[in-house]
């Protein structure tokens, strides 16, 4: 039995999807969780085969949800729910564990995506994880103003600032601006944590659009491959 975690505190949304879901009781057992708080207690007492996860939840929100799966759970595939639309970054993003569904989304599109997902092997000892790209994207997409700490194993920490989605600075290892987004966003593997935004303003030192700096990060490491968005991307007028 192949256990899903719906994290969504939309009651209709998360019973909707519990319904979608009902014709494959025999072989999927689906455990709803109203918040990231909820369901970082869950992934500590089952065994999850798919997280699907809304972005905006009270107490513990998507991307501190997901940035604790990236680091102690690398290897469970994540359905993020979003009520941004196909975003303006498209061009790349690394083959790892997440599929966007913007909000509404086909039920049927759904429930074909999740059984494909959960019946796909991931070899063991195979650890991926959410990638820097990954979430900072999702940032964008959710114009989310905050400190996004990335922290590759073994190495210095990094710093991205995102204010209402836009990246305003980066640092690590004394490089500043530009030159460490390219740094930090050229990881593949590393532990992650959100804090606010500081009070203090914060002066742009960055100009460049994310995804032309996701591109030149990533352009020469083999695991980057191009993706058609079509299949990433559900239908912004799928039938709801």
């Known amino acids: 039995m192949k256990k899903i975690l719906i994290a969504e505190d939309d009651k209709i949304l998360s019973m909707r999807i519990c319904k979608a879901l009902e014709k ?7 455990i ?18 798919l997280l699907v996860t809304d972005i905006q939840m009270p107490e513990v ?25 196909t975003p303006e970054v498209k061009p790349k993003l690394p083959r790892d564990l997440v599929r966007f569904f913007p909000k509404p989304f086909g039920m049927d599109d759904f429930v074909k995506a999740v059984i494909e997902t959960v019946s796909r092997d991931i070899p063991r000892g195979v650890l991926r994880g959410i990638s820097v790209a ?6 964008e997409m959710e114009k989310k103003t905050c400190l996004f700490e990335v ?24 490089l500043k601006g530009e030159a460490a987004a390219l740094q930090i966003l050229g990881h593949e593997k590393a532990t992650f944590r959100f804090r606010n935004f500081p ?3 914060i002066p742009r030192k ?22 058609d968005w079509g299949e990433v991307l559900e239908d912004d007028d799928a039938e709801a």
């Open 32 to 49: 709803e969780a109203s918040n990231g708080k909820e369901a970082i207690d869950v992934l500590k007492k089952h065994q999850i085969s």
């Open 206 to 227: 960055i100009d460049k659009k994310l995804y032309a700096l996701v591109e030149e990060a990533v352009a020469s490491k083999a695991s980057f491959d191009e993706i």
């Open 151 to 174: 922290i590759p194993s073994g190495e210095e920490r990094g710093v991205l600032y995102f204010d209402r989605g836009v990246l305003y600075d980066a640092s690590i290892s004394g």
């Open 61 to 85: 929100d998507g991307f501190v949800l997901l940035a604790h799966v990236s680091e102690h759970y690398p290897v469970i595939p994540c359905f993020v729910m979003t009520a941004i639309g």
């Open 24 to 30: 494959q009781s025999d072989t999927l057992d689906v």
């Open 134 to 139: 990954s979430l900072c994207t999702m940032i």
């Open 199 to 201: 009070d203090k303003k």
